[in-house]
Nanobody, 123 residues
Framework: QVQLVESGGGLVQAGGSLRLSCAAS????????MGWFRQAPGKEREVVAV????????NTADSVKGRFTISRDNAKNTVYLQMNSLKPEDTAVYYC????????????????WGQGTQVTVSS
């Protein structure tokens, strides 16, 4: 398995931006599909965006489309989530996840998870 560590969360005002990073270590020689998921209090964990190993294919949730962008730098074993025009409803713990399977928006397809980073958007 691969170990994942998220960073970049914090408190931001509505309309602001944050960039989350997810650094992978361990068995990084495998070709992992990566994803960002989030979980708000009292809600189920939901997909935000996923990206193929090559970076050529992505899938972004409708709720963040046009505002959030997922990208990756395989040379640095890092995946990013650029979040713009943040809204209070984006407040959640954001998790990075990895799978050796194909691109998927299903959280149960992901084998490895980070500890999460808190994003809070104030109105």
């Amino acid at each position: 398995q691969v170990q994942l560590v998220e960073s970049g969360g914090g408190l931001v005002q509505a309309g602001g931006s944050l960039r989350l990073s997810c650094a992978a270590s361990g068995r990084t020689n495998s070709q992992y599909t990566m994803g960002w998921f989030r979980q708000a209090p009292g809600k189920e964990r939901e997909v935000v965006a996923v990206i193929s190993w090559s970076g050529r294919n992505t899938n972004t949730a409708d709720s963040v489309k046009g505002r959030f962008t997922i990208s990756r730098d395989n040379a640095k074993n890092t995946v990013y989530l650029q979040m713009n025009s943040l809204k209070p409803e984006d407040t959640a713990v954001y998790y990075c996840a990895a799978t050796r399977g194909p691109l998927s928006i299903n959280r149960f397809a992901y084998e490895s998870w980070g500890q999460g980073t808190q994003v809070t958007v104030s109105s």
